[in-house]
């Protein structure tokens, strides 16, 4: 792909080819997508903890990582819960329109002592695939990389280049393991002299749920239809938040009868 096929929009993602090892390589400074994430926080009143948030920008990462590793046709997303600290931490990416959006759960997050890894993927009209993994550990990437050793069925590993860089290595088929294995963040950082890279492409990706208000009424137009006034209770608005980024909306009732009467 030639520097100019595609307009530098967003955050760029770079994904090698390593001649000889037989692995991708995925690379990106997640700067931009990062303070998009906590001018949304900012816009939707939310303050997560220090920790909670360097949780919620290492899936970001990964997520965006692993997606430019895919089918430009595929959707995936990832909930991750970790019972110790008791959080779920959702994140998407959307290979078609080139958007990742996640936010953080805290609260009415049930807690049945395990660790799980959820991810649903979609490619092009194919029905979406489930695939849970229960996990031993407990930071984003270490889940990541557990993950993919066992849905994937190829492992990965995710480095810290830089403070907001970060890359994502995994294996082909015949790859040299020994050598995969042994990476370290010192040879991560040595990569570009050490190794033969072959640039494969380059994607762009930027913080977007495409969320609004027509979507959040085409989601509770179905109980609209059987039950409004147990929708809005007697009143004449309902507050919702969206599921993907938290972005809150005020449906009034009128709205949403004028919509459902239009379908």
């Known amino acids: 792909m030639s520097e100019n096929d595609e307009p530098a929009l967003g955050l760029e993602v770079r994904t090698y080819f390593v001649r000889n090892r037989n692995a991708l390589v995925a690379r990106a400074d997640f700067g931009e997508v990062f303070?998009?994430?906590y001018l949304h926080q900012g816009t939707i009143g939310r303050q997560h903890r220090a920790a909670e948030d360097t949780m919620m920008k290492e899936a970001l990462a990964a997520v965006t990582l692993h997606c430019a590793s895919r089918p430009r046709?595929?959707?995936t997303a990832w909930t991750i819960h970790f019972s110790q600290p008791l959080v779920n931490l959702f994140v998407t990416g959307d290979n078609p329109r080139g958007a990742v959006v996640g936010q953080v759960?805290?609260?009415d997050v049930k807690d049945d002592g395990r660790n799980l890894f959820m991810s649903d993927t979609v490619r092009g009209q194919s029905q979406p695939r489930r695939s849970v993994v229960e996990l031993p550990e407990t930071d984003v990437f270490p889940a990541v990389e557990h993950y993919y050793g066992q849905s994937e069925q190829r492992p990965a590993r995710?480095?810290?280049h830089g403070e907001e860089d970060f890359v994502m290595v995994s294996a082909h088929p015949d790859c040299d393991m020994?050598?995969?294995?042994?990476?370290?963040?010192?040879a991560i950082r040595a990569l570009d002299s050490t190794e033969e890279l072959s640039l494969?492409?380059?994607?762009?990706?930027?913080w977007d749920c495409g969320c609004n208000e027509k979507r959040m009424m085409e989601v509770l137009a179905p109980v609209m239809r059987r039950d409004a006034d147990g929708l809005f209770g007697g009143g004449s608005s309902i507050?919702?938040?969206?599921?993907?980024?938290?972005?809150?909306y005020a449906i009034t009732r009128e709205a949403m009868e004028a919509h459902?009467?239009?379908k």
Do not use: H, K
């Not at 020994?178 to 010192?186: G, I, P, T, Y």
């Not at 494969?200 to 930027?206: A, K, N």
């Open 239 to 248: 507050r919702m938040s969206c599921p993907r980024c938290g972005a809150r």
């Open 260 to 262: 459902t009467a239009a």
């Open 178 to 186: 020994q050598w995969f294995e042994a990476l370290d963040d010192d």
């Open 158 to 160: 995710i480095f810290r």
């Open 73 to 75: 046709n595929e959707t």
């Open 35 to 37: 303070v998009d994430y």
């Open 200 to 206: 494969i492409e380059r994607r762009f990706y930027r």
């Open 105 to 107: 759960f805290t609260e």
